[in-house]
């Protein structure tokens, strides 16, 4: 899963310096990162309704697309998407800890 994640990113770094005419990444890179971020919250409502619609097919659609826009919006803010990745092992390293420090000392 990683990889397929790391050869994403990889490419669309490469493709943000193409020739818009020719790339998807360069097209939408150079209408800026407001427009980037416009497309992430539409591609994430898409997500939301075929998930409501119980459409899995649609789903599995719409969350590829949430991801591929959503690396794109990292990639014009300079963040690498293991630092996405950190965060999410940094949580799980965390989870039980509020239950242990909860718990009575023996
Ligand atoms: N994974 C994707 C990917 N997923 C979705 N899309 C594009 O995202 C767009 C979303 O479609 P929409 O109808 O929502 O948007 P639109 O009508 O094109 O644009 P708006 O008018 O809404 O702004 C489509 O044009 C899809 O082709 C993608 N385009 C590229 N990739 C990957 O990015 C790589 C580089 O692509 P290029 O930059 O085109 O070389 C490719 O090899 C793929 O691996």
């Not at 943000?16 to 790339?23: H, Q």
């Amino acid at each position: 899963m990683r990889a397929t994640l790391q050869t994403l990113e990889q490419t669309i770094a490469e493709r943000r310096k193409a020739d818009p005419s020719a790339s998807y990444v360069a097209k939408l890179t150079a209408r800026g990162r407001g427009k980037i971020a416009q497309k992430v919250g539409e591609e994430a409502v898409e997500a939301v309704i075929a998930a409501m619609a119980d459409n899995r097919a649609e789903l599995v659609g719409e969350s590829a697309d949430l991801l591929f826009h959503l690396l794109v919006l990292l990639a014009d803010c300079g963040i690498p998407f293991d630092d996405v990745l950190d965060e999410l092992d940094r949580r799980e390293g965390l989870s039980g800890i509020a239950e242990k420090a909860a718990r009575p000392k023996d």
